[in-house]
């Protein structure tokens, strides 16, 4: 499965409502909104000005992303905040900055003069749900430039891994007897990423794994050398991605580029805007303790899988070569237990294939995740991002209630820590202060987890996340 594809346009479940009320019948034409429309459905990108001319309703369409946010707080969609306002000024400059914008040779000469040089890019940091993923959206949905893309950076590390190791096995084998030549295969990735995009907007920009933060700064800084602009939102500043990972030294000169060709933006107005007082979907989130849970969750699984054109089975999904069985599914109807999704060894790869095919997932038996359950915390946090960014519902069963499931006590002396430390040489007080052990990682990550799980309760995700409909429409 590609991770993400040439001219794409999504959009988070925080951002969808803002772009829905671009198609309002009190901005735009009920032509408009029928063009626009139709091409997100069909997944195409979105050139907002020529949508809105090829519609003949250019009067009644947005200028561009700051516009567009003010309307959103004129007829009441959004409350105004000065935060999101001051980002949304400085992305909207970008936007007219980008218009035409290209990082490939216009002819055979222009090869042979000097490069115009490209805009700088922004990484816009802050709290969980204030409305950084919101605004970047509303941004990429206008800027005109043809090749942009826009992905979940999960996503996009996968598939530069997955280009990785498709140029080294397209190398000669190395004959007997004779040394392979060094290869390196990081620079021809960036080249091939660069000619599908001079735009890349990255939704949760984290590093947590030592492969990818060993190739971070060639990869970018070959991007940038070649015109890519890049604008990405992350809970974290730059100067603390990769904070306390392994061999983090040889991270640290990646920072240094990337604040080199993007200015850092805050955006923290202290509000989790996920948390206010929506509409609920009705009761999703379950505890053991109560009364006929199991079987109420039962009860919800066969109301939906009544509604799917299929028998309920196992699903086996083949993903990379390998295979995995989820027990119980129905059409896109997934039953699942912690354990299968989380105590097995399973990735952002599997949780992307399982949002691709499912848009509602049962988990059951969520645990109390102490420091002994690092690693399922850490895949949980990671299937949340998935699923969240796919739209698809949740439906939960766990010990404890959300705020309290994650917690930063009990047994320190984990034998998998104590192996991990041995293999790596390293006396286990020296060993503590790295988030691998610490579940410092974790912890910061788990509020984005709760923040997103919150709104995926909400009546307005629950319908946003019905595919069904989508078909039929």
């Not at 009761?283 to 109301?303: C, G, Q, R, W």
């Amino acid at each position: 499965m590609a991770a993400w594809g040439p001219l794409s346009l999504t959009m988070s479940p925080s951002a969808s409502l803002g772009f829905r009320c671009l198609l309002t019948e009190k901005h735009s034409s009920r032509k408009l909104l029928k063009s626009l429309t139709d091409l997100c459905r069909r997944g195409y990108t979105v050139k907002a000005q020529q949508a809105v001319e090829d519609s003949g309703g250019s009067a009644a369409g947005f200028r561009g992303p700051l516009d567009h946010y003010n309307g959103l707080i004129r007829d009441g969609s959004l409350r105004e905040d000065e935060h999101q306002k001051a980002v949304m000024q400085t992305l909207d400059q970008l936007h007219k900055t980008l218009r035409g914008y290209s990082n490939t040779p216009t002819s055979f000469l222009s090869k042979f003069f000097t490069k115009p040089k490209p805009p700088k890019g922004y990484y816009i940091f802050g709290d969980v749900g204030t409305g950084k993923t919101m605004v970047m959206d509303m941004f990429y949905s206008y800027v005109e430039t043809e090749k942009k893309k826009r992905v979940h950076f999960h996503g996009f590390m996968l598939d530069v891994h997955k280009r990785i190791h498709r140029l080294k096995q397209s190398m000669p084998k190395r004959k007997a007897g004779k040394m392979a030549k060094s290869y390196d295969p990081i620079a021809p990735v960036a080249a091939e990423i660069s000619e599908e995009a001079c735009l890349l907007c990255f939704d949760e920009f984290q590093v947590t794994d030592i492969a990818d933060a060993m190739i971070l700064k060639q990869l970018f800084q070959n991007l940038f050398l070649n015109g890519v602009v890049v604008v990405a939102t992350s809970n974290r500043p730059p100067e603390d991605l990769y904070k306390n990972g392994l061999q983090r030294v040889n991270f640290v000169p990646f920072i240094a580029v990337l604040q080199k060709y993007c200015q850092t933006l805050r955006l923290d107005s202290g509000i989790d805007y996920r948390k206010r007082n929506r509409p609920s979907a009705g009761k999703l989130y379950f505890l053991s303790s109560e009364p006929d849970a199991e079987v109420t969750l039962d009860k919800m699984f066969d109301e939906l899988a009544f509604k799917q054109n299929d028998i309920t089975r196992p699903r086996v999904l083949n993903i990379q070569n390998r295979k995995v069985r989820l027990n119980k599914a129905c059409g896109t109807i997934a039953d699942c237990t912690f354990e299968e999704l989380c105590d097995r060894p399973l990735g952002a790869s599997d949780y992307l294939e399982i949002s691709r095919l499912f848009d509602t997932v049962f988990i059951r038996h969520i645990p109390l995740l102490t420091l002994n359950k690092k690693t399922q915390a850490r895949r949980l946090i990671t299937l949340v991002d998935a699923l969240y960014d796919h739209k698809v519902r949740v439906v939960i069963l766990a010990d404890h209630p959300l705020e309290d499931i994650f917690v930063h006590d009990g047994d320190h002396g984990h034998d998998e820590s104590h192996i991990l430390m041995d293999d790596l040489g390293l006396k286990r007080e020296d060993a503590s202060s790295l988030s691998i052990f610490s579940g410092e990682e974790e912890m910061f990550a788990f509020q984005r987890t709760v923040s997103r799980l919150t709104e995926m309760q909400t009546e307005e995700y629950w319908l946003d996340g019905d595919r069904s409909m989508k078909s039929q429409a």
